[in-house]
């Protein structure tokens, strides 16, 4: 668009590349902030490595300046401005940003005496459809240039908005709580999925079978999927074979040694195969689906974890690790995910960017993880490791994008196969090796 703009070059003082400078010359146009400054920092850097050229003072235009505040981190930038966006503050006066913009003060008395009037050529001009060509070409020229003024919507003061305090609980993660350690589960065979509903119910399967809407699936020896729904048994053949077996409630997906995944589509009463990912060069280690999102992330025992579009199947992100990925969660609220290895654990947002990353002491032996599903609009994100000796390590992730250390509690001195967060962070489902499934909270 700027190309277009500028007579196909760019007019590199006149390229967005400085907040402080941008900020200093909004006053003077009805311009305002796009989505991106609240969720997306890859915007403001230049990671395809354009030459934009320099500006009269000799400085090279590339990633765009941040505000000292920010310490020079597009991230941290965009979380602050989330943070305030989402403030009670900013709810308790949205009603003001109303009448500036829609409302009002929009034009007339009110919006001189609000310091709120534009330049002409920035209002409702009229209808496009009725200008002769030159007509309509220079005002879409101005809007272009000038920016546009939003249609007046409201006459008189827009009614403040009720704003009732949303507070985000951390649950078990409280510093210096108390905690209950209660089996729930010694059946003895392995445990597959472990399942916490809204009430705090636990539901708890055998190895190799997950809980389905209103039934179960799972995948026999001669890879036949065997789906038992509202009491009606349905086999589909020739499915792929494979340890790695999850689903929610539209898609079940089954990784196998050969490095592909089967994607089993159970959104009808006849559930039928839907595609296959063919991505890996080894074995399958984990998978997550986030429907929120609309992604998958698989992973394999080089290292190499993949994300893909649920609805394409295309992949859309590639990321190297290093070494054998032993455990996959996402936060399905942000798209975030962290991926555990032997010897680090990674944290990548839903682009497959890197926000942090730990190195472990090499004697930890951890095997299982799980995230928290904190919200965008909240900071206090948690993980949680289990270890071959039975012990939970909880790390907490801090304003500056690095873990620490908050505690380690021994659950049950066997190896710890996989781990569940309850939504409202009250419980943890600790799954071992041996069957036995412990509930902390």
Partial sequence: MHIQLFDGHFDTDRLFNSISKFFDSLSATPIELIPEFFFLPQFLINFNTIDFGKRKDNNVVNNVELPPWC????????NINMKALESSYVS?????????????????????????????CSYEIGDLSKMNEKERQTTLDKIR??????????????????VS??????????????????????????????????KNEITITRKGEIIIPNGSAQVGSGGIMRIE???????????????????????????????????????????????????HDTAITCCVIDNNNNIIITSDQHGICLIWDIGTLMCLHVIEVGECVIGLDINNETGNF??????????????????SQSQWIEHEQFTSVAITQTPMWNDKTFVVIGDMKGNVTFLKLTDNFEFIHCQTISSHPTPIESLKISNDNTSILIGHVNGIVICLN
């Avoid at 310490?71 to 965009?78: E, L």
């Avoid at 003001?96 to 009002?104: A, H, N, S, T």
Wanted: charged share 25%.
């Fill in 338 to 355: 962290i991926v555990l290895t032997q010897h680090q654990l990674h944290y990548y947002d839903i682009n497959g960017d890197l926000i």
């Fill in 71 to 78: 310490n020079g981190n597009p991230r941290q930038f965009v």
């Fill in 165 to 198: 305090c949303t507070k985000y609980n951390i649950g078990v993660f409280e510093q210096d709580k108390n905690y209950s350690l209660t089996v729930v589960n010694k059946s003895g065979f392995p445990i597959g999925e472990m399942l916490l509903d809204e």
């Fill in 92 to 120: 308790q006066h949205l009603n003001e940003w109303i009448d500036l913009i829609f409302g009002y003060k929009q034009r007339g008395k009110n919006a001189e005496e609000a310091c709120n009037v534009y330049p002409q």
């Fill in 229 to 279: 729904r509202n009491g009606k048994i349905m086999n589909i053949e020739e499915c792929q074979n494979g340890s790695i077996l999850i689903g929610d409630e539209r898609n079940v997906l089954v990784g196998g040694g050969d490095g592909s995944i089967q994607i089993i589509d159970i959104s009808t009463d006849s559930p039928k195969k839907r595609g296959r990912l063919c991505g």
């Fill in 145 to 162: 240039n000038f920016g546009q003024t939003p249609i007046q919507l409201f006459k008189t003061p827009h009614p403040k908005r009720e």
